[in-house]
């Protein structure tokens, strides 16, 4: 009886088995139409995005770009140059600044800490500076990450100007807060710079190592880094930037030309700077889902909203990323991140598996800083139609000056417009561009056509009526100068009233 019994049972087990490996089989036949399905469809995205950007790179567009869906690359691709001189283009692997993406990576680091017991995100800054004055004692590690610590964003220096730890620590501890610790949030570098001096001490070693031995080496990142750099400089991809006055493209160098060479690089540290790939960011993207560098629970803690960045609430801020629901009510997580030369940006589509890293080494204009999130709506939206990134706005300007007599600025709206696919609507272009020939200028010429032409575009400008002021100062016309600085008083600029008050006098 009970080998029957077991004989029985075995051919259950068999039989259960054989059912089980027919419903694989059903499932491996089923599923590969649908895969064939999502690569066909991704393949069509990824010509879609890729001519999108072969198109911007006409009008001077240079960078990488990688975008992975559900953990497929689908795209991975420089474009552009790298060095124009030296003709090396730019591609997946270019190394680019990154901004302030690296706010991320100073937030983890700090997060490390607080795994291995050394630090609370709850511990006060006078826990670690006994010298720290009274306002600004009982300031928070928790307050440092999320921008809520008072201190002011005009704090510190210039990034590149040389600063010894000592003389920043100095500046923060005298400088006066803008609102109460804990009580508002209000982005300021200084936050992430007095991080990275808190990490140093604690740790005992430098930002670089600290950095490197505990967040990328074990997400296998080996071409991020901030100056500790150990692979060939020649995949530094060079900054360039439209000089309005000379009207060409400069080459800025690379970051490490500019940073200081000795540790007083504390206007830089922290907040920025950090050099890396598209290719290496997205192995850091993989190594936070799969709890590489930090456990699930501190990132958890990482992405969470801790507090909101403007009074409707509409996005918020984590620890070195800010976070907010798409429009299809999904979570974001992404930071961006400039230092006027370069821009970077990282998008994590949290609930759709969806990432998108851009890093681009010459901003041609406002186009240039939504060129991941056009990525996104071709991705979300097959409908979507996308225009390419225009030409930098100066140039164009620059190129319709060299091409058109004086007698022609009113028809430069319209050429701006049909150059930028969209009308133009940027009050500062004219602005700038007039105040940089204003000086060069010995009559009347084209400054003050831009002045002129401005008011008319935004005549509810009230800064753009003190500019138009200030040109028909330096050509002696006294009495439309009044008007202007009138006008300007009239709309709100305060700083024409003293002004006016003067030449009244007169």
Not at 130 to 137: F, G, Q, R, S, T
Not at 268 to 280: F, L, N, P, T
Not at 347 to 356: A, G, L, P, S
Not at 487 to 494: E, R, S
């Amino acid at each position: 009886m009970r080998l029957a019994t077991i004989k029985n049972n075995n051919q259950i087990i068999m039989k259960k088995n054989f059912l089980i490996f027919i419903c694989f089989i059903q499932l491996v036949f089923v599923s590969m139409p649908l895969r064939a399905q999502l690569t066909e469809n991704n393949k069509a995205l990824t010509n879609k995005i890729d001519t999108y950007l072969n198109a911007s790179v006409t009008n001077g567009f240079s960078g990488s770009v990688l975008v992975a869906i559900k953990g497929e690359i689908i795209l991975s691709k420089g474009y552009g140059w790298s060095d124009r001189k030296n003709k090396i283009p730019n591609s997946s692997s270019s190394i680019f600044n990154v901004g302030s993406v690296t706010k991320q990576f100073t937030a983890s680091a700090i997060l490390k800490l607080v795994e291995q017991g050394k630090i609370k995100t709850s511990d006060k800054i006078s826990q670690f500076y006994d010298k720290a004055p009274d306002d600004k004692k009982n300031i928070t590690i928790h307050q440092l990450l999320t921008h809520t610590s008072g201190i002011s964003r005009r704090t510190g220096g210039f990034r590149y100007d040389e600063a010894s730890k000592e003389q920043f620590l100095k500046e923060f501890f005298d400088s006066e807060l803008q609102s109460k610790p804990g009580k508002k949030h209000q982005y300021a570098n200084a936050n992430y710079i007095m991080l990275a001096a808190i990490l140093e001490l604690v740790s005992k070693q430098n930002y670089d190592t600290f950095l490197h031995e505990n967040l990328w080496m074990p997400s296998d990142m080996l071409i991020t880094g901030y100056k500790g750099i150990t692979f060939n400089s020649e995949r530094l991809a060079h900054g360039y930037y439209f000089n309005i006055t000379d009207g060409i493209w400069k080459d800025w160098a690379t970051t490490q030309e500019h940073l200081p060479y000795n540790d007083k690089h504390w206007y830089s540290i922290g907040k920025g700077d950090i050099h890396s790939s598209v290719e290496d960011l997205y192995k850091w993207h993989l190594a936070l889902n799969n709890d590489k560098v930090l456990s699930y629970q501190t990132r958890e803690l990482q992405e969470t909203p801790h507090v909101a960045e403007n009074e409707r609430a509409t996005s918020h801020y984590g620890y070195g990323w800010a976070l907010f629901n798409s429009d299809r009510g999904t979570k974001v997580v992404t930071h961006n991140g400039s230092n006027g030369v370069y821009f970077a940006d990282f998008i994590r589509f949290i609930d759709e598996d969806v990432v998108i890293i851009y890093l681009t080494n010459a901003i041609l204009g406002n186009d240039t800083e939504k060129v991941a999130w056009e990525i996104s709506k071709m991705i979300f939206d097959p409908e979507y139609e996308v225009h390419p990134v225009s030409k930098n706005m100066y140039e164009l300007v620059f190129e319709f000056i060299k091409t058109n007599e004086l007698g022609s600025a009113q028809m430069l709206p319209s050429y701006l417009t049909n150059e930028l696919g969209k009308k133009f609507d940027d009050h500062s272009v004219l602005n700038t561009y007039g105040y940089r020939i204003l000086g060069k200028e010995n009559e009347p010429g084209w400054a003050m056509e831009l002045f002129k032409l401005n008011v008319q575009l935004f005549p509810k400008d009230g800064n753009l009526w003190d500019s138009l002021g200030e040109a028909y100062l330096k050509y002696g016309e006294k009495e439309q100068a009044i008007r202007s600085y009138t006008k300007a008083v009239a709309l709100g600029n305060k700083g024409s009233q003293k002004v006016l008050t003067e030449l009244i006098k007169e």
